[in-house]
């Protein structure tokens, strides 16, 4: 290993220093980092679980700044960790931009798959659609989402798994929904997909316009050519995903 010094005139020059000094300095700076790496919670437990950890801290990040134009290098500085172990764990930044996906798909389809457990109407399950839309905690979650959309739509790479879940993951259970509260199955399908396109759209309008008042009175008018169908209010529990 070698280091640069002063010399009596002033000029640098270059040593050696002996191996075993080298070899204590370099362990030295190892436990340093790994001290600073286990304060900001990133190397405790499993891979697997440091990897989970980075990522939810990363969508954080994400939810509060957009995806923008960052490097691994900004991005680590203000997770307080190294670009190394983002490196490490997603390989590239576009490595990471998959996982942030595979990530908010997951979001989704957990949240779809949780209907599938609650024994509710037609018109609850609408209603607690538009509370979870406008649930200012998830302000930042839904503008990520949106800005993920806009990258799917545009054909980015690390969005393509998305392309297949966006919409026919929820017509499916949605169609069923509607077919259990009267419909038959050609009109279930056609109001699946309405549905979708509303509480979309309205969850744009929201986000734009900030105007909780006249969306709210906009999903209340959407819901009433529902309630008088058969099973509006009787049993309508969605099938689950398989």
């Known amino acids: ?3 640069a010094l002063a010399s009596a005139s002033g000029a640098i020059t270059s040593a050696r220093l002996p191996m075993t ?3 204590k300095r370099t362990k030295a700076l190892k436990l340093r980092k790994r001290g600073t790496a286990a304060h900001m919670g990133f190397v405790l437990g499993p891979r697997a679980e440091t990897k989970q950890r980075m990522l939810a801290a990363t969508m954080q990040y994400l939810r509060e700044n957009g995806l923008g134009d960052f490097t691994l290098r900004q991005l680590a500085e203000r997770l307080g960790t190294s ?15 998959v996982a942030v996906v595979e990530e908010i798909e997951r979001e989704q389809q957990s949240w779809l798959m949780s209907l599938s457990e609650r024994d509710m109407t037609l ?4 209603q607690l659609a538009w509370e979870r839309t406008c649930d200012p905690q998830l302000d930042s979650h839904l503008r990520l989402f949106v800005e993920v959309y806009g990258h799917a739509l545009q ?4 969005t393509a798994p998305l392309l297949d879940t966006l919409v026919d993951a929820w017509l499916g259970p949605l ?3 509607f077919q259990r509260a009267g419909m038959t ?3 279930a399908r056609v109001h699946a997909r309405l549905w979708m396109a509303t509480v979309r759209g309205l969850m744009l309008d929201l986000l734009t316009t900030r105007d909780l008042a006249a969306t709210t009175e906009a999903w209340k008018h959407f819901m009433a050519q529902y309630d008088s169908l058969p099973g509006a209010h009787g049993p309508g529990r969605l099938r689950k995903c398989p």
């Open 1 to 3: 290993m070698r280091f």
């Open 21 to 23: 000094v080298g070899k």
């Open 83 to 97: 670009h190394r172990l983002l490196i490490y764990h997603f390989g590239t930044k576009e490595g990471l931009l």
């Open 123 to 126: 018109m609850q399950l609408m």
């Open 155 to 158: 054909g980015r790479a690390h």
């Open 175 to 177: 169609n069923d929904l």
């Open 185 to 187: 199955a050609a009109q």
